[in-house]
């Protein structure tokens, strides 16, 4: 089983839709999460971390839920820019240098 | 801004040859770490580094070998480049993994 899963989609939404993606995670001792944004032949950049209260940062909104094991990230009113891979990202354990991705979701906002 | 640097974009190189993928940090992080990422299989960790002269392997070191000789420089070596190793390679630093990662532009290796 891999540690990080996600539904690689894509997910092909029109603009100002809402659309929202898990990602399961094996490790139950992990210890923090993140959503990271990749656009077409660029690097990877941090979008947000993961609290466990849950957090927003303008129109994204991010979720944990320990007991199930999966994050979330919902974008409300999506722009044409926000079509991008969004990779899911663990730290498996306490102290922990490591980052673990998931294999990514693939979103495109259609006009 | 943290940047990683990496010296090429997109190299081609022949069967057999040693590959050198340079990746160069300005902001004084200890943690340096190589990906490769290949479609449908995401980001693997190939090789990571923690403080000058020190290695971990990852998940996927075989083929690979690496070398921290400076803080700000961490170095991917392909030792006998295979058709196999075509992918795109990033490099990333931190501070620490709580802060997340700064990776850079990637290089996109071609083994012919």
């Known amino acids: 089983r891999k540690e990080v899963e996600q539904d690689p989609g894509p997910f092909n939404v029109p603009e100002g839709a809402t659309v929202a993606f898990n990602c399961t995670y094996s490790?139950?001792?992990?210890?923090?999460f993140f959503w990271y944004r990749q656009d077409c032949r660029k690097e990877p950049k941090l979008l947000m971390s993961?609290?466990?209260s849950g957090n927003e940062d303008g129109r994204f909104t991010a979720q944990l839920n320990r007991a199930s094991q999966y994050i979330s990230l919902l974008i409300r009113d999506s722009k044409l820019s926000d079509s991008a891979t969004y990779l899911c990202?663990?730290?498996?354990?306490?102290?922990?240098?490591?980052?673990?991705f998931g294999q990514g979701t693939r979103l495109t906002i259609n006009p | 801004d943290v940047k990683v640097t990496q010296s090429s974009r997109y190299l081609v190189k022949r069967t057999g040859e040693k590959v050198f993928l340079e990746c160069v940090q300005d902001?004084?992080?200890?943690?340096m770490f190589w990906y490769r990422q290949d479609p449908g299989l995401g980001l693997r960790l190939i090789y990571f580094?923690?403080?000058?002269?020190?290695?971990e392997k990852g998940d996927i070191p075989e083929g690979y070998s690496v070398s921290r000789e400076k803080k700000e420089r961490f170095s991917l070596i392909l030792e006998s480049a295979s058709t196999n190793q075509t992918s795109m390679y990033l490099c990333?630093?931190?501070?620490?993994?709580?802060?997340?990662?700064?990776f850079g532009s990637g290089t996109r290796l071609t083994v012919v």
């Open positions: 580094s923690y403080d000058v002269k020190m290695k």
């Open positions: 993961v609290y466990s």
């Open positions: 490790n139950s001792a992990s210890q923090s």
């Open positions: 990333a630093s931190s501070f620490a993994a709580a802060y997340g990662y700064t």
């Open positions: 990202v663990v730290i498996c354990a306490q102290g922990a240098q490591k980052l673990v």
């Open positions: 902001m004084d992080h200890e943690n």
